[in-house]
């Protein structure tokens, strides 16, 4: 069964520090893609940044990027010039192009951007 | 496009009661999930249909939950009958394809008294 691990319950950073997520996750299978996805208090789930398992270049998108190491199997998320807006729920999720191709999740950090 | 439908928003009902929660998908969507999320479980996956047909039920709680595609843009998820412990936030979510990401509605928070 595939997983996906986030280390830290909570974060907290000043507002324009960089900050990073971690997330682990366990599969078998060699091909795959990975998702960050945002949940803010109005609590819609937003997707942040994707992740093909079989590109090595990592994603960026603006200010977010990640840093994808498939044989450690770890995906983290590095927000730079943090802003308050950026206060949320961060979820990594992950599903396989084959078998069942589930969109499992990890149980999130909450991150507070402090002013 | 009007993104991934869920209603109600809030629902409010006492225990015993059946509670029945819709999902409209993104028009041409193929895939639909059903989430719960709570404090102490996080977000977690109760069904997982492809093309109308159920995937993976294997986290449905109980045969207390149910869910339905009658057609291809339409789902719901039953309760029958609510318990106080089924207080959640029920997410739907739809995707184009197998692979790619899902479009999530903005929940409807149950409260079973």
């Known amino acids: 069964a595939q997983t996906v691990t986030q280390s830290q319950p909570e974060m907290s950073v000043q507002e324009a520090e960089t900050v990073t997520l971690s997330c682990t996750y366990d599969?078998?299978?060699?091909?795959?893609?990975l998702f960050w996805y945002k949940q803010p208090p109005s609590r819609q789930m937003i997707l942040v940044i994707r992740q093909e398992a079989y590109k090595q270049q990592n994603a960026t998108e603006n200010r977010f990027s990640v840093n994808f190491q498939k044989a450690a199997k770890s995906f983290s998320l590095k927000i730079s010039d943090s802003q308050l807006g950026d206060t949320a729920m961060y979820f990594c999720?992950?599903?396989?192009?084959?078998?069942?191709?589930?969109?499992?999740f990890g149980q999130g950090t909450r991150l507070t951007i402090n002013p | 496009d009007a993104g991934v439908i869920q209603s109600p928003r809030h629902e409010v009902t006492e225990m015993g009661q059946e509670v029945t929660l819709r999902c409209k998908l993104i028009?041409?969507?193929?895939?639909l999930f059903w989430y719960r999320q709570t404090m102490m479980r996080g977000l977690e996956l109760l069904i997982y249909f492809n093309n109308n047909v159920p995937i993976d039920d294997s986290g449905m709680p109980e045969d207390r939950f149910s869910a339905k595609m009658p057609n291809a843009s339409f789902s719901t998820l039953k309760i029958q009958p609510s318990e106080p412990r089924d207080s959640a936030v029920y997410f739907c979510?739809?995707?184009?394809?197998?692979?790619?990401?899902?479009?999530f509605g903005q929940g409807t928070r149950l409260t079973v008294v």
């Open positions: 979510a739809s995707r184009l394809g197998g692979n790619k990401e899902a479009f």
């Open positions: 999720a992950f599903v396989t192009i084959q078998g069942a191709q589930k969109l499992v």
């Open positions: 028009s041409g969507h193929n895939s």
């Open positions: 599969t078998s299978e060699n091909n795959y893609y």
